[in-house]
Every structure is written in structure tokens, then in C-alpha cells.
């Protein structure tokens, strides 16, 4: 498989138009600290520079059916939204909308799977990973893949703007246009992934050798910190976060734990590794701790009450995700004709 180029400097993607940039989440949960840092956070710093599409991806929330049930899934996609919007994300400068919206993501997938050898996806760590231990596993888990690929190309997407764990499928995305554009001529623009230089996998709070995610969440309370909890539940979860049996504040040789709650610390305050390795000298990891503590509780304190503004008026937040799809729409049709006419089925 080709290798996409990884741009870490966030834009630069090259003098001939305004990069475009693509890129969503899934529905299945509160966000947590760790999506919020590897993707979020990079969305909302950059949004004025680019031409942006955020997306949110209820089809691919469909693949967990024990996460979702339909007025759960409806009620998520609306918070998921509120969230980008709270966290920053500008709806008058932003494309954004729900995937479902916009018919043509699941019929551009199904093109793209006519295309896209079955060991691709099968050699894929998310779906290994979430097909482990399924007694039945969905074959729109294996074909997960597939419909991101669809996301990202119907928008003639450069920058697709991730955490560390979202790479091998943007790879994937390449790969998959790469193979169409040989068989059917030049029709897809070729996204690069963007992974942030600091914060491109944060890691369980209770657990940090394994990614935090919503899924684990779920069912541990000190994996992560969400950003709706409460004053209460961040402290405690920060506070019980393991770490190791010294005290001494330093990056190089920190153990997993510690180096864990330095960079949630560092992408937060923005401070450099010595000014922080200064900010603990003698003082151990309990203050570490009370810190972050109250520089977690001060990142999320503004996004939750704009939070609560967004869901205090639904018709408004729907109103703003039908304005987005359509918008949505308007390209995503012109690219899927592209293709249509690409297959001949135009
Ligand atoms: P799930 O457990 O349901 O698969 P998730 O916790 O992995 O979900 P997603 O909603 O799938 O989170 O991810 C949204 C975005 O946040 C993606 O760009 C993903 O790469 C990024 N992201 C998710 N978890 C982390 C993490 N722990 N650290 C940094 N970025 C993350
Ligand atoms: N698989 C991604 C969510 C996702 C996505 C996309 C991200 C679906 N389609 C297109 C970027 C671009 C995840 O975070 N789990």
C-alpha cells in the first residue's frame, strides 16, 4: 500500500487553491478530552484558514448496534453537533451536517466497494480490533472503511485532520482512490492525513497503554474525561489517574500515566516542556494533578455552556445542520456525477 504523506505543520497543502479539509466523528457518545485534543481542538484552531466540512457520521454509527438505538442515534447526532459548535466551530464559516443527510456518502461507498480489494479490509486494526470477541460481526464493520473513503473523496478533500488511531484509514482513502483513478481515469483528489504533533493519542486515565476511547468509557468511569462531566467527576477522575511510584515531574523517562496527564497538561496550556518541568520541580505528581484538574475545568467549563445554549434551541441547532447538508450536497452531487459518469452508470 502507498504511504499518504503525514503534515503535521497544519496547512500546506500548496499554492493552486484553498485547501479543502474534511473530517468527522462518530455519534456513539460524549466526546472525551482525547478526541477533543486529536481532532477538535486542530479543527477549530484552523477554521478560518481552509474551506472546512465537518461531518457527523451517524451511517458509520450504525456499525455498533449496541452503542445506538434509533432515538438514542438521532439524539446523539445532535449533540455531537452542538459539541463542534460549543467547542468553536463557526456554522457560518463551516460546512457542517450530518452524513446521513446526504445520500450520496452510502452511494458512493457502494462504488467504491466494487473497487476495493476484501484484504484491505480485512487487514485494518480498527476492524480487527472491534471484530475481537463479536460473536457476529456486521459486514458494515469490515466495510467501515470503505464509506470514510467515500466521506473524504466526494469533497475533493486535501487535509483530512485526525488522531493517530484514524491514519491507516486515511491511508486506506488513498489507496482506494488511487486504485479508481488507474482503472477509470483522474477522478478523485488525493487527501493527505494531518495528525497533530502533540495530543494524536491520548491515553485511558484508569488504563494509559490503551487509547482512550468512548467505547471504553462506556463502561470503566476513570478512562476518560468527557467533556460534559461535571466539576466532581473530573476531579476524580484526574485525581484516581494512574500514574507510578515516584514523584519526580520530567517528560524524558516518565511512565506511561504520567506522560499521559504532561501531555494533556501541555496541549491545554500551551506551555513548553521546560516551562512545565519548572512549574513541578520538587513538588510531585498530586500537583500535577490539582492543575490539570483546573486547567481541564476551565477548558471545558465555556464549551459546556455554549453547549447548553446550542441544546436549548433544537430547531435552531436542525436548522443549521439542514443549511449544512445542503451545502454539503451541492458538491458531493457534482463529484458523485464525476464518478457516475466515470463507470458508466450516468
Ligand atoms: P470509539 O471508541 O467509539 O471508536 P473514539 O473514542 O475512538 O470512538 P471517535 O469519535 O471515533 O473516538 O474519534 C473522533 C476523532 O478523535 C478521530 O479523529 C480520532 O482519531 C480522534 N481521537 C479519538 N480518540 C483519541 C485519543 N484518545 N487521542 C487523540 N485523538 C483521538
Ligand atoms: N472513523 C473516524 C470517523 C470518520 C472520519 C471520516 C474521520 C468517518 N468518516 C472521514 C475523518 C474523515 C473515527 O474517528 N472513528
Redesign the pocket.
Given at each position: 500500500m502507498s504511504k499518504a504523506t503525514t503534515t503535521s505543520a497544519f496547512y500546506d497543502a500548496g499554492p493552486v487553491r484553498t485547501p479543502r479539509v474534511f473530517?468527522g466523528?462518530?455519534p456513539?457518545?460524549v466526546?472525551?478530552i482525547?478526541?477533543y485534543?486529536?481532532?477538535l481542538q486542530q479543527w477549530v484552531a484552523r477554521q478560518h484558514e481552509h474551506e472546512n466540512i465537518f461531518c457527523v457520521v451517524d451511517l458509520h454509527a450504525l456499525t455498533?448496534p449496541e452503542?445506538v438505538d434509533p432515538r438514542g442515534l438521532r439524539a446523539a447526532s445532535r449533540s455531537v453537533a452542538a459539541l463542534f459548535f460549543a467547542a468553536g466551530i463557526d456554522p457560518a464559516a463551516n460546512i457542517v451536517f450530518v452524513q446521513s443527510q446526504v445520500h450520496e456518502h452510502a452511494e458512493l461507498a457502494w462504488i467504491l466497494n466494487c473497487t476495493t480489494p476484501l484484504g484491505w479490509l480485512q487487514r485494518m486494526t480498527q476492524f480487527k480490533s472491534k471484530a475481537a470477541g463479536l460473536e457476529s460481526v456486521g459486514t458494515g464493520l469490515l466495510d467501515y472503511p470503505v464509506l470514510q473513503a467515500a466521506d473524504i473523496l466526494l469533497y475533493d478533500t486535501d487535509l483530512v485532520p485526525?488522531?493517530?488511531?484514524?491514519r491507516q484509514h486515511v491511508e486506506l482513502t488513498r489507496d482506494i482512490a488511487i486504485r479508481f483513478n488507474n482503472l477509470f481515469g483522474d477522478v478523485f483528489t488525493l487527501p493527505r492525513v494531518v495528525i497533530p504533533d502533540l495530543?494524536?493519542?491520548?491515553?485511558g486515565l484508569d488504563e494509559p497503554t490503551v487509547?482512550?476511547?468512548?467505547?471504553?468509557a462506556e463502561s470503566r468511569s476513570g478512562h476518560a474525561i468527557n467533556l460534559l462531566d461535571s466539576e466532581v467527576t473530573v476531579r476524580k477522575t484526574i485525581m484516581a489517574a494512574v500514574t507510578d511510584s515516584g514523584r519526580e515531574v520530567r517528560f524524558e523517562y516518565a511512565s506511561p500515566g504520567v506522560l499521559n496527564l504532561l501531555t494533556i497538561y501541555q496541549v491545554l496550556t500551551d506551555l513548553s516542556k521546560d516551562e512545565i518541568e519548572r512549574e513541578f520541580e520538587g513538588v510531585g505528581y498530586g500537583q500535577l494533578k490539582k492543575a490539570l484538574v483546573e486547567v481541564v475545568l476551565g477548558t471545558l467549563s465555556p464549551i459546556q455552556e455554549r453547549f447548553r445554549c446550542y441544546m436549548s434551541d433544537l430547531d435552531e441547532l436542525d436548522a443549521i445542520l439542514a443549511r449544512g447538508a445542503e451545502r454539503a450536497r451541492s458538491i458531493a452531487a457534482g463529484t458523485l456525477h464525476r464518478v457516475k459518469g466515470a463507470v458508466g452508470i450516468d
Open positions: 473530517s466523528i462518530q456513539t457518545g466526546l472525551h482525547g478526541s485534543v486529536g481532532a455498533i452503542v485526525v488522531g493517530d488511531d484514524q495530543g494524536a493519542r491520548i491515553m487509547k482512550m476511547s468512548k467505547s471504553l
